[in-house]
């Protein structure tokens, strides 16, 4: 319920009004602590895992105005191979110590909707494509973009 969780603006912005079973919806339990939610959610995620593939039908990400996506920061330390979560800290937002998925994670998406809005996203935006023409993903949205099978791109921004 806190303002600063964002799924707390997915719930009331998206999941309020979609008739989607409760099951089908994964979020960390940030009530239970930082460490705890995050072992709790990658066992969740571990258990997901074996039953389908991929992971997750549709990710949602909002991109950062340097590029980053799901708390995945530009120069972020990657997470163990076969690890689902992960732990980051930032000193963009008042919270510093984040929750997050890994790419690893994301990656076994089916479909991505990558949202850009706002004009301070432009340059993300740009250097984005510029990676992807040049087949070197080094931006967090970048690496997502470049392995999920279906993604959508929407813009928002002004120059």
């Known amino acids: ?40 959610y990658e066992q969740e995620l571990v258990r997901m895992k074996t039953e389908r593939e991929p992971l997750f039908d549709l990710i949602i990400l909002g991109v950062g105005p340097d590029g980053h996506i799901a708390s995945i920061f530009p120069n972020t330390q990657p997470a163990k191979k076969g690890f689902l979560t992960m ?24 479909h991505a909707l990558v949202l850009f809005y706002g004009h301070e996203k432009a340059h993300a935006f740009h250097e984005m494509r510029r990676e992807l023409r040049e087949n070197t993903p080094t931006l967090p949205v970048s690496r997502i973009v470049a392995h999920v099978p279906s993604t959508v791109i929407t813009l928002g921004i002004t120059e």
Request: charged share 25%; hydrophobic share 40%.
């Open 1 to 40: 319920t806190d303002r600063e969780n964002n799924f707390s603006s997915i719930r009331a912005e998206l999941l309020e009004d979609v008739q989607i079973a409760h099951d089908h919806v994964h979020a960390f339990h940030a009530e239970l602590g930082y460490e705890s939610a995050v072992r709790a």
């Open 87 to 110: 732990q980051t800290t930032t000193e963009q937002f008042a919270v510093s110590e984040r929750m997050t998925v890994t790419e690893e994670a994301l990656n076994s998406s089916a």
